[in-house]
């Protein structure tokens, strides 16, 4: 499966962006854990959220509870990060990221198989 991530920019603090995360090829979105990860530089790459197989199943990254939404829409193979009061500490490449299959969401690195390009996230102060 590839994945394609759109949505990355320069906000300011407190603004809001909406990331997606188009999916293509072999796939069997509907019954596949989607996620989102990031990594800062100099960071290792964190784990910010992930949707189970039918959007009612989530799990966030705390500091990022409460501001941050995903969900998907399996008719259109893509998954969604709502972001809303952004922070400067939120600033980091942003990565889409399809698990392993079955429907347990995991949130290291290693339970996910496939990974989009990537998009870039800044939070001016």
């Known amino acids: 499966v590839q994945l394609q991530a759109s949505g990355g920019g320069l906000v300011q603090a407190g603004g809001s962006l909406r990331l997606a995360c188009a999916a293509s090829?072999?796939?069997?979105?509907?019954?596949?854990?989607m996620g989102w990860f990031r990594q800062a530089p100099g960071k290792e790459r964190e784990f910010v959220a992930a949707v189970g197989w039918t959007g009612g199943t989530t799990d966030y990254l705390d500091a990022v509870k409460g501001r941050f939404t995903i969900s998907r829409d399996n008719a259109k193979n893509t998954v969604y990060l709502q972001m809303h009061s952004l922070k400067p500490e939120d600033t980091a490449v942003y990565y889409c990221?399809?698990?392993?299959?079955?429907?347990?969401?995991?949130?290291?690195?290693?339970?996910?198989?496939?990974w989009g390009q990537g998009t870039q996230v800044t939070v001016s102060s």
């Open positions: 990221a399809a698990s392993r299959a079955g429907s347990y969401i995991g949130t290291r690195t290693t339970d996910f198989i496939s």
């Open positions: 090829g072999r796939t069997f979105f509907s019954s596949t854990v």
